[in-house]
Structures are given as structure tokens and as C-alpha cells.
């Protein structure tokens, strides 16, 4: 629980001082280089996510335009992107600003990472080889026409209506608050095609479990939104603790229609389609340990650490 703890006290100090935030980010990861190792995570989940998208959702990969928001400080979506489907599609990050110093390490990560192969996305393969000389990431992004949007307001965001195939982001959504979710899935409703699909991974762990794997994975769901917005409630720790059942009625109020929601389960990382799946999981706080605002916490929402919502706009 100590490295928790540390963990917590420094993001504390940064998170709370004015412009502390930004100065962590700049520290971390344009000096310390710390979104190379992001760049590793995406290639181990991408091919997953490709494989969900046409096998679960039923989308055909050749051709789909692809939106991904908060796509992080590295060009990864944009080559993943394009070697998938043929178009690099677009990115939209808030916080995020997409670096020169990532493109190599992107590059290499998506021709390795096992996405599926056709041979559209083989022939493909030696455009985006080509790129790592690139001078800058932007020129790369743009060689292979991506559309890239920093800085932007998720609740009012610039791009066209219907003119996606597919919204994914990855654990991003789970740090907004209630309100700016439902105005982010409202303009997800906007952006989308009929047809087309909502891909979000959130990550229900308290985040302090990343840094101390000791720390029970829903921790924080023991303390009151008053506690919690006292210790946790800046810009780099917060998590809006909403319940699968709960980001489900957001989905649904925005107009969307359910394919499914996968729940991972710990230790093993395994994704389930039913909420039956992850029951034989060892829960991530007891429930006489839960604060009395998650009353409505099913059993299996106390075993999910992450879920992978798969909604789509009607036809």
C-alpha cells in the first residue's frame, strides 16, 4: 500500500497546483519519454479491438473510417488506423499533443503487433515502414491523410456529422464526470454514420492499483463523492466511478443501441460477454466495505476491473 500512497502524494501535489498538471504531463512524457511504453500497450490490445470490431460488431475493417478520441501523445491510431482499414482516419485529444519523438516507436509497434492481415493491409505494409524517416509526425500523419484535432472540447468538437464509421477511445471516458460524458456521447451520436459503432474501454480499477498492485482494484468505491473529490477530485487522478449498469443508461440515453458490454475479470485479464463470465472472480472490494452510494453494485460489477462497450447509432 506504501507505493499507492506515494504514488497518490506526488499526482496530489502536482494535480493541485495551478498549471501542475500540464508541468507532469510535459515532465513525463516529452523529457522522460513515458508514452513508449503506451505505444507497447496499444500493440499488445489493438489486434483485439480489430478482431472485436468485425467479429462482435460486424464492421467491415476495409474501408471504415475511424475516429478515435484522446488517441494519446504518439501517432500509433493514425498507422494502425491505415494499415487496418486504408484510411488514417481522425484523432481528437483534449490534453494529449501528438510528439516527434514517438513516430519510430510507433511505426515499429504496428507492423509487429499482429494486427490481422489481408492483403489490402500487406500491401499496405511498406507505406507505413516509410514513415519512420518522416522529419516530422505531422508530415507522416498527413502523408497518409490523417486528420488530427488537439486541444480540443470533447462536449463541442469539430468534426462533421456522420462522417465516422467507428468512435473508440481507451481507458479515457472513465475520467470524465457525469455531465461532460453525456455531452461526449451525445456528439459521438453526432459524428457517427447510422450504423455506425461506439468501441470505449473504461477502466474501473481505482488507478492507484496501477502503481501498487497491492491496493484492492476498487478502493475507491469505499469512500463518500465528498472524501473523494477531496483527495482524488484534479485532473490527474480523478475517476468518475460510475457502475457498468450506469455508463450502460448513458449510452442508451444518448440513442444508442446495446451489441455488448465485455467485462474483464483479474487476475487473468480475460474479457467476458455475459455478466455470468466474471462471477468466479475474486471482487475488487467487498460489499460491506462499499460506500452507500453503490448500493445498486450487481456482484459482477464488483468483479469487472475493465469493460470494453460496444453500442451502436440505429440504422
Known amino acids: ?4 500512497i506515494a504514488k497518490a502524494s506526488l499526482l496530489g ?94 511505426v515499429n509497434g504496428v507492423l509487429s503487433c499482429g494486427l490481422p492481415s489481408t492483403p489490402e493491409s500487406t500491401a499496405r505494409q511498406p507505406d507505413v515502414a516509410r514513415l519512420r524517416w518522416s522529419e516530422h509526425t505531422a ?13 480540443v472540447d470533447p462536449g463541442n468538437n469539430p468534426l462533421d456529422a456522420d462522417s465516422a464509421d467507428l468512435c473508440h477511445s481507451g481507458g479515457v471516458l472513465e475520467h470524465y464526470r457525469r455531465d461532460d460524458l453525456r455531452k ?13 459503432v461506439m468501441s470505449h474501454v473504461f477502466d474501473h480499477r481505482d488507478h492507484l492499483h496501477h502503481a501498487d498492485a497491492s491496493w484492492p482494484y476498487l478502493w475507491h468505491l469505499r469512500l463518500s463523492p465528498q472524501s473523494y473529490q477531496a483527495l482524488f477530485g484534479h485532473r490527474l487522478l480523478f475517476h468518475n466511478r460510475l457502475l457498468p449498469g450506469e455508463i450502460a443508461r448513458l449510452f442508451e440515453e444518448a440513442g444508442f443501441e446495446p451489441i455488448v458490454i465485455r467485462r474483464m475479470a483479474l487476475p487473468d485479464h480475460t ?45
Open 1 to 4: 500500500m506504501l507505493r499507492g
Open 13 to 106: 501535489v502536482f494535480g493541485r497546483i495551478p498549471g501542475g498538471a500540464g508541468a507532469y504531463q510535459t515532465m513525463t512524457r516529452e523529457w522522460m519519454g513515458t508514452q513508449a511504453t503506451h505505444v507497447d500497450k496499444l500493440a499488445r490490445v489493438w489486434p483485439g479491438y480489430a478482431a472485436t470490431w468485425s467479429t462482435t460488431a460486424g464492421l467491415e475493417l476495409e474501408g471504415l473510417r475511424t475516429w478515435v478520441h484522446e488517441g494519446g501523445w504518439t501517432p500509433f491510431p493514425f498507422l494502425a488506423g491505415y494499415l487496418l482499414t486504408g484510411n488514417a482516419g481522425m484523432v481528437t485529444n483534449v490534453h494529449g499533443r501528438v510528439l516527434d519523438r514517438y513516430l519510430a516507436r510507433a
Open 139 to 151: 508530415d507522416a500523419i498527413d502523408e497518409i491523410g490523417g486528420e488530427l484535432h488537439q486541444g
Open 184 to 196: 461526449f456521447l451525445s456528439e459521438g451520436f453526432r459524428v457517427l454514420a447510422p450504423g455506425g
Open 271 to 315: 474479457y467476458f460477454d455475459d455478466e455470468s463470465g466474471v462471477l468466479a472472480a475474486a471482487p475488487g472490494i467487498d460489499r460491506a466495505d462499499l460506500h452507500s452510494s453503490f448500493g445498486e453494485a450487481s456482484d459482477a460489477d464488483l468483479r469487472t476491473a475493465a469493460a470494453h462497450y460496444l453500442y451502436r447509432k440505429p440504422r
